[in-house]
T-cell receptor
């Protein structure tokens, strides 16, 4: 079973700061998901990546397959970025996801 | 297509009652997953359907839980004789075949009192 760990568990920052959230996993994978969950509970997929780097607006995700590590960065953070960010890895074959425990991000104006 | 839809969004029930949740996946998505998320934790896998076939069930899915996906479209998750420990967010996700993408619904938050 793949173990997925995230750090930090909680992160509070001032508006405008550069944010980094880390994710490590124990078993080799073909892809990794970064997800965002707002207080209402619904989950939105931010990225799915299998190598290198992806960018969408102020969000950047990187993955190092050899080191079994991924990072999510937020540039010029804004209070509306406040949410829980979760990384998840799929199981080979049925693609069911194993999730990290999430990072609760709070951006203070 | 409006995405994955879950109903109800919230459910409060008394201990011992039965509850049923519904998930409507994105049309033509063959794979459907149920996950459960307790407070402060990441979601955990419950069960997985490929079309109408339930191919995998987690040990978390006790005999009080049953899930169906008749005709390979919408799915229902029923919990019988609810317990306070069943209080959680129940999430549904769907994926097309041959894709690693996952599309999530808004979840159903269950509170057992």
């Amino acid at each position: 079973k793949n173990e997925v760990e995230q750090s930090p568990q909680n992160l509070t920052a001032q508006e405008g700061e550069f944010i980094t959230i880390n994710c490590s996993y124990s078993v080799g994978i073909s892809a990794l998901h970064w997800l965002q969950q707002h207080p209402g509970g619904g989950i939105v997929s931010l990225f799915m990546l299998s190598s290198g780097k992806k960018k969408h607006g102020r969000l950047i995700a990187t993955i190092n397959i050899q080191e079994k590590h991924s990072s999510l960065h937020i540039t010029a953070s804004h209070p509306r970025d406040s949410a829980v960010y979760i990384c998840a890895v799929p199981n080979f074959g049925n693609e069911k996801l194993t999730f990290g425990t999430g990072t609760r991000l709070t951006i203070i104006p | 297509d409006t995405g994955v839809s879950q109903n109800p969004r919230h459910k409060i029930t008394k201990r011992g009652q039965n509850v049923t949740f519904r998930c409507d996946p994105i049309s033509e998505h063959n794979r459907l997953y149920w996950y459960r998320q307790t407070l402060g934790q990441g979601p955990e896998f419950l069960t997985y359907f490929q079309n109408e076939a339930q191919l995998e069930k987690s040990r978390l899915l006790s005999d009080r839980f049953s899930a169906e996906r008749p005709k390979g479209s919408f799915s229902t998750l029923e919990i019988q004789r609810t317990e306070q420990g069943d209080s959680a967010m129940y999430l549904c996700a769907s994926s097309p075949n041959f894709s690693r993408e996952a599309f999530f619904g808004q979840g159903t938050r269950l509170t057992v009192v």
